[in-house]
């Protein structure tokens, strides 16, 4: 008997898009759950018409919201995608042929996504390896937000699968800026006080980024749209660590340091005691 397995999906006014991500998970999924952050657009309605396991819950972080998703699965087996993503005709051909059998306890598939309608086929997009479809005991969400991560225990090791995750990413430049301040401003959130940041890193990372998707992998022969993804790493690698930097500065110049908190404590001794001098004297 086949293995059965637990679709998972996070929404969040996501009206246009996860219609065609539920409809492809259809022919591999013995199960669909969405769980949603109170959207304010009309994804509820659509979900419920649906015939899925719809879920609210207040949004957290992307890792604590797919956890949580996580733990609702009736299945073992999970396969998890996002809104804006749908499986292709060959992915989905693939899950079913390894569905009977099971021979890994998790798989990674590639995704291929867009800029502005065009599937972006180099540069630092594809091939996008994820580890979308696993055993949920033998691994949880991890990575830091937003960019999260399916970490596996006990050195499981995925088997690759034919087909892509197709991922509707950013429609234009307006779409892409607005995608990259909200990602740096939760990054610089997540990680102030705990990575360092200067500006000879944001300096040097932005420009390797930018590098390395357009001459190394080659996103040059994307034309415009592999411009446009190349500057879009560069420019959100650029805001994340520059963002970070002035909110660790922010942080150092708000809590006192160690040697004025000594120095301090000092001078409140001192004082003290030239009081008690005092009062000495006057008796």
Aim: overall charge positive; some cysteine.
């Amino acid at each position: 008997m086949p293995n059965k397995i637990s679709a998972v999906i996070i929404t969040y006014n996501e009206e246009k898009r996860i219609g065609r991500c539920i409809h492809s998970l259809r022919t591999v999924a013995d199960e669909i759950v969405v769980v949603d952050s109170y959207s304010r657009d009309a994804t509820k309605e659509i979900c419920l018409k649906q015939d899925v396991r719809f879920i609210e819950h207040p949004f957290e972080g992307h890792i604590e919201q797919k956890n949580f998703a996580l733990s609702l699965a009736t299945h073992e087996h999970v396969l998890s995608l996002d809104a804006d993503e749908y499986l292709s005709s060959e992915l989905a051909d693939s899950i079913l042929s390894i569905k009977e059998t099971w021979p890994s306890e998790a798989y990674k598939m590639n995704r291929l996504s867009t800029y502005g309608g065009k599937w972006i086929r180099r540069g630092n997009w594809y091939p996008d390896k994820k580890i979308r479809l696993w055993n949920r005991n033998m691994g949880i969400w991890g990575g830091e937000n937003p960019h999260d991560k399916v970490v596996l225990f006990n050195g499981t090791k995925p088997l690759q699968l034919k087909g892509d995750i197709l991922h509707e990413a950013y429609h234009n430049s307006s779409d892409t800026i607005k995608k990259i301040q909200t990602y740096s401003d939760i990054f610089a959130k997540e990680n102030t006080g705990v990575k360092k940041s200067s500006t000879a890193k944001i300096i040097f990372r932005a420009s390797f980024t930018f590098f390395r998707s357009y001459i190394l992998k080659r996103g040059i022969f994307d034309g415009f749209e592999g411009l446009m993804v190349a500057m879009a790493e560069s420019n959100h690698t650029f805001y994340k660590y520059a963002k970070l930097y002035e909110a660790n500065r922010k942080l150092k110049k708000s809590v006192p340091s160690y040697e004025t908190d000594i120095h301090n404590l000092s001078q409140e001794v001192t004082t003290a005691g030239d009081a008690i001098g005092l009062v000495e004297i006057k008796k």
